[in-house]
């Protein structure tokens, strides 16, 4: 892998050690591990983080949706009946777990459209300005690193029934307002979201438009192409991979969606117009003690997430794929 | 694609002042070069007027909501017309603050959001460093399996963790309320080991082995060559980890129950949606505190924006 002439004479060595470590000979045992086997012992804290702290509770959610699953105090040993698919008919059968995933689609079909076209006219705009351009740069991720929770509060503010927004709106005002609004409830979260993570996708694609050469819009605007077909003929073809990227991580973090429907809309509301499935996951799996229900509602989740993940990906990736 | 990306990025900084006009004229190198050395050179890509425009209404619209929530902070009483964007020295307090801070105590609180993301740091940054060198700079059996595996992990979606980690950490483990119990599920950030190890594998293995023939101990090599090679990797990995847990509201509010431990974002956040409610200047208070909880991320950011661009984050996305 790295330059075996760069190490001279031990290379040699260590490549006649390493045909011959089918036969154990102490001497040889160093070789079987590697070069430099302590690079075993420096992987070992993250291995032991990853095995523990994901790969098993990972295993440990699906054991529990097929499980009939509670909450015991430390130590108690409770038979827990192997139930099949009763947690997962439990969960589609319910009637605000089928309004959840309806509202996380109302979000996505606002969310994801506008996460991509903002974050790519602005990073394109960012990627040519001169003047100005740190500025710029910094006011678009100032909302990305700022917590949900502080944003939400003065959201809240702008948005509330006599609050900025409705004033400079005046007679346009929605009656109820934003938040209070069971149909403007979910595209206000979606449209608060986007706008909280969209520095993150401009600094995605602005790192894809340096791979775009120059030579593309030189030669371009030499045959007579202006701006909008250099920008549909070469920029958007030239950061497709990054559009893929931007689709999937903004759909993962629209499925994840907890704390604005637990803040902006007061828990999810006005009657369950704005609940996502992960609230009702820390609603029925912790508030209500069923977290055989809850892990079968992530379950089914993450499946429903990977599935319009790979639809998006056949979508905005075209044929390169 | 993302190895051309890599390959070019150091380049780019090295090239940024003395042959700078000769690359320049070859292939732009738009991101890196400052906003001065570009100027004149091709006045073919400048931005038109409309272009400015949309890029100032946008910072206009990122920007409005904070400047808003510092002013609504100071107000006595809530002006929600027009008029209250704009300061009224006659409508200023500094009240707000002192409410929040009787009901939730701001200092406690940006303490344990502190222990908590320092926590988190501390452990991306010592285990991080040690796979990442590992990773990039040593051969060892399993090597590729630890890669895939830290590939795999960032795409492990936390709803599905949420469920056994709570009946794990709280319920068999008893970690309930306590630090470990927050850090734990964050203790490794993922990006930050693939960032570490992007900047190894970018310096020479010659280097390495020349270290390793004159018979240093790879924790020597790994603490005074390797380390002090990669000081910027050690900032924007502190910086990319520093988001999650100081933003992270969910976990710890699952975990915590008793007000000393929390961290601010799920104390406020406890706020908002219960004791709001019964205070006289309810918004004052809540901006008070929104503007504690959100100066600390935006003074970093603010004071290390250089260490946080875009190709920075694209070669630890991009992969």
Redesign the interface.
């Known amino acids: 892998?790295?330059?075996p002439s760069?190490?001279g004479g031990?290379a040699t060595l260590v490549t006649a050690g390493h045909r011959a470590d089918r036969q154990p000979a102490p001497r040889k045992r160093k070789n079987?591990?590697?070069?430099?086997?302590?690079?075993?012992l420096?992987?070992a804290?993250?291995?032991i983080?990853?095995l523990g702290?994901?790969a098993?509770?990972?295993g440990?959610?699906v054991y529990?949706s097929f499980h009939d699953?509670f909450?015991?105090?430390?130590g108690v040993q409770v038979d827990r009946p192997f139930v099949g698919l009763d947690n997962y008919i439990t969960v589609l059968s319910d009637p605000a777990v089928q309004r959840s995933f309806a509202n996380i689609g109302v979000f996505l079909v606002i969310n994801v459209p506008l996460t991509v076209g903002l974050s790519l006219?602005?990073a394109n705009?960012?990627?040519?300005?001169?003047?100005?351009?740190?500025?710029?740069?910094?006011?678009?991720?100032?909302?990305?690193?700022?917590?949900?929770?502080?944003?939400?509060?003065?959201?809240?503010?702008?948005f509330?029934q006599?609050?900025?927004v409705n004033?400079?709106l005046g007679p346009l005002a929605p009656n109820p307002s934003w938040l209070t609004n069971s149909w403007l409830a979910m595209p206000t979260v979606a449209l608060f979201v986007t706008?909280k993570q969209?520095?993150?996708f401009i600094?995605?694609y602005?790192?894809?438009?340096?791979?775009i050469?120059?030579?593309l819009?030189?030669s371009a605007?030499v045959d007579g192409g202006n701006?909008w077909v250099q920008f549909w003929n070469i920029t958007v073809p030239g950061v497709r991979?990054?559009s893929v990227?931007v689709t999937l991580l903004a759909t993962?973090t629209g499925?994840?969606l907890?704390?604005e429907p637990?803040?902006l809309t007061?828990?999810g509301g006005p009657d369950g117009a704005s609940t996502s499935?992960?609230f009702l996951?820390?609603q029925k799996?912790?508030l209500q003690g069923n977290?055989d229900v809850?892990?079968a509602l992530?379950?089914m989740?993450?499946i429903g997430?990977l599935l319009i993940a790979l639809i998006q990906k056949r979508l905005v990736g075209g044929k390169e794929d | 694609?993302s190895t051309?990306?890599k390959a070019?990025a150091p380049n780019?900084e090295n090239h940024g002042d003395d042959d700078g006009v000769s690359v320049r004229r070859r292939?732009?190198?738009?991101?890196t070069s400052g906003?001065g050395k570009?100027?004149g050179v091709?006045k073919?890509?400048?931005?038109?007027a409309g272009?400015?425009a949309?890029?100032a209404l946008?910072?206009f619209?990122?920007?409005f909501?904070?400047y808003?929530?510092f002013i609504?902070s100071l107000q006595t009483s809530?002006d929600?017309?027009?008029a209250?964007?704009f300061p009224d020295p006659s409508n200023v307090t500094g009240e707000n603050y002192t409410n929040i801070n009787n009901s939730i105590d701001l200092l406690k609180g940006l303490a344990n959001s502190g222990i908590f993301t320092g926590g988190v740091i501390f452990f991306t940054v010592v285990?991080?460093l040690?796979?990442g060198?590992?990773?990039a700079q040593?051969?060892?059996?399993?090597?590729g399996l630890?890669f895939g595996?830290?590939l795999l992990?960032q795409m492990?979606?936390?709803?599905?963790?949420?469920?056994?980690?709570?009946?794990?950490i709280v319920?068999?483990?008893?970690l309930a309320d306590t630090y470990l119990g927050m850090i734990?599920?964050f203790?490794?950030n993922s990006t930050a080991?693939f960032v570490f190890r992007q900047y190894f594998l970018q310096l020479p293995?010659?280097l390495f082995?020349a270290a390793?023939?004159d018979g240093a101990s790879?924790l020597r090599i790994l603490w005074q060559i390797a380390i002090p090679l990669v000081k910027p990797a050690i900032v924007t990995a502190i910086l990319l980890t520093f988001?999650g847990p100081?933003?992270e509201?969910?976990w710890p509010f699952?975990v915590t129950k008793d007000q000393s431990i929390q961290p601010l974002?799920?104390s406020?956040?406890n706020y908002?949606?219960n004791i709001a409610a019964t205070a006289s200047n309810p918004?004052g208070a809540?901006?008070a505190?929104?503007?504690v909880?959100?100066a600390p991320?935006?003074a970093?950011?603010?004071f290390f924006?250089r260490q946080?661009?875009?190709?920075n984050?694209?070669?630890s996305?991009?992969g």
């Open positions: 892998m790295s330059l760069a190490d031990p079987f591990l590697g070069r430099q086997p302590l690079g075993l420096f992987s804290p993250y291995v983080y990853i702290v994901l098993y509770p990972l440990y959610a529990i699953f909450f015991t105090a430390p006219i602005l705009a960012l990627n040519r300005v001169t003047r100005l351009k740190t500025f710029f740069r910094v006011s678009y991720y100032v909302p990305y690193v700022t917590a949900s929770v502080a944003v939400v509060g003065v959201w809240l503010f702008l509330q006599d609050g900025l004033a400079l706008w969209l520095g993150f600094l995605l602005l790192a894809a438009l340096q791979n050469p120059d030579e819009y030189e605007s701006k991979s990054a990227l993962i499925a994840n907890f704390t637990y803040l007061g828990g499935p992960v996951m820390y799996g912790i977290p809850a892990a992530g379950v989740l993450v997430v | 694609m051309l990306n070019a780019d292939r732009r190198l738009p991101g906003p570009t100027a091709e073919r890509r400048n931005l038109g272009s400015f949309l890029l946008g910072a619209v990122f920007l909501p904070f808003y929530m609504g809530p929600t017309s027009v209250g964007a285990f991080g040690l796979v060198y590992a990773l040593m051969q060892f059996r399993g090597k630890v595996m830290m992990v492990v979606p936390f709803q599905l963790l949420l469920i056994p980690l709570y009946v794990m319920r068999d483990y008893g734990l599920p203790a490794i080991v293995s010659t082995e390793r023939i790879e988001i100081w933003n509201f969910l699952l974002a799920v406020l956040a908002i949606s918004f809540i901006l505190g929104a503007c909880l959100a991320a935006v970093l950011f603010i924006q946080f661009i875009s190709t984050i694209g070669s996305v991009k």
